[in-house]
């Protein structure tokens, strides 16, 4: 049995490769161990899937994750991509892995495309495009780049020779995550980007953006970006390896959108739902971006991004920006959801 650790299974990203790994055929064939910090989640995973073990604890632990990597052939990582003991006790696992059995373990990272981000703050659109098939301008990448820490110790590592590591980069992930683990409230069933400007706009009774909101980003919705995974996880393992380490980049993206068309979407939104006036979406204000956003602008940065290497591999996502904006009315019906439920039980 192939030996996989998993870990951030109970995330939006996690949980939803988890759930696509077990729709495969192959899925009995796994020994699969998941990295949990809740016993109770984890006794709820073992229910559901019997070829899952939950290992409690956090990521962010170095000598637990060093054991776990250190008994697997395969960790795919989808937590904090900027957690750097995370990464720092993967891949010490996953060396004494290799002095063990001579065998190069391979390590299937999540960053994101913020690295690529700018300071547009919404003013601009980038015409730079960053192509995960070109090494050669991947490493122009300042090291101070969002996430860029762990991406350059990963690939390090690879350079060293006791590991092959695959990092995929998410845009702009959409849409609600279905399935068992998100509906037994085992996995968190939402993004991030989009819910928070639904939120700061159901707050502020308007749809809101950073500056003009004429800064790009990709986007792609959630069980498309599961597929990557899985394609790559078959493509690592068949005899012709795909790129790795400093050729190991895959941008998880398919079409652009601005963050004007966001808001407007989100405008559309709340009008629909007589929760605002609509019309076009407002500048946040100083005050705004410090009250929902910690003072941020980064929603307004560019981060355009040609996925070529992931494409090349078979992957073909579908869904486009204009079903990401006809998303967005169930996604302000969840927001509103959960902020009722969490006033509730305040009560």
């Known amino acids: 049995m192939t030996k996989i650790l998993m870990t951030g299974v109970t995330g939006y990203i996690g949980g939803a490769v988890l759930t696509r790994f077990a729709q495969r055929p192959d899925f009995n064939s796994f020994d699969i161990r998941a990295v949990v910090r809740s016993a109770e989640k984890g006794e709820k995973i073992k229910a559901l899937y019997k070829n899952v073990t939950p290992i409690v604890g956090s990521h962010s632990d170095i000598s637990l994750m060093s054991k776990a990597a250190a008994e697997v052939d ?16 993967t891949l010490q696992g996953l060396k004494q892995r290799f002095q063990e059995t001579g065998k190069k ?185 410090d009250k929902y956003f910690n003072g941020s602008s980064y929603l307004g940065s560019n981060s355009r991004c040609r996925p070529t290497r992931s494409k090349a591999l078979g992957w073909a996502p579908k869904l486009t920006t204009k079903d990401m904006i006809a998303s967005i009315y169930a996604e302000t019906e969840l927001v509103i959801e959960i902020s009722a439920s969490a006033k509730s039980d305040k009560l």
């Not at 395969?74 to 006790?89: E, L």
């Not at 409230?185 to 993004?191: A, D, V």
Request: proline share 5%; charged share 20%.
């Open 74 to 89: 395969v960790v795919i990582a989808m937590a904090d991509c900027d957690d750097v003991d995370a990464a720092t006790g």
């Open 105 to 289: 373990p391979i390590f299937i990272n999540t960053s994101g495309t913020g690295v690529l981000s700018d300071n547009a703050a919404g003013m601009y659109a980038s015409e730079t495009i960053w192509d995960d098939a070109d090494p050669d301008q991947i490493a122009l990448l300042k090291p101070s780049q969002p996430h860029r820490p762990v991406d350059l110790k990963i690939v390090a590592a690879d350079e060293e020779g006791y590991v092959n590591t695959y990092i995929i980069l998410p845009c702009t992930i959409w849409s609600i995550a279905k399935g068992p683990l998100f509906d037994q409230g085992i996995s968190n069933k939402k993004s991030v980007q989009i819910p928070a400007l639904i939120r700061a706009s159901l707050d502020r009774g308007h749809g809101g953006m950073v500056g003009a909101g004429k800064n790009i980003w990709h986007n792609i919705e959630v069980h498309e970006l599961a597929d990557l995974y899985s394609i790559l996880f078959d493509a690592v393992l068949s005899s012709n390896g795909p790129g790795h380490g400093r050729e190991g980049y895959y941008f998880g993206a398919h079409e652009e959108h601005t963050l004007y068309q966001v808001g407007q979407g989100i405008s559309d939104t709340l009008q629909k739902m007589n929760k605002s006036k609509g019309g076009e979406p407002t500048t946040f204000t100083k005050e705004e971006l």
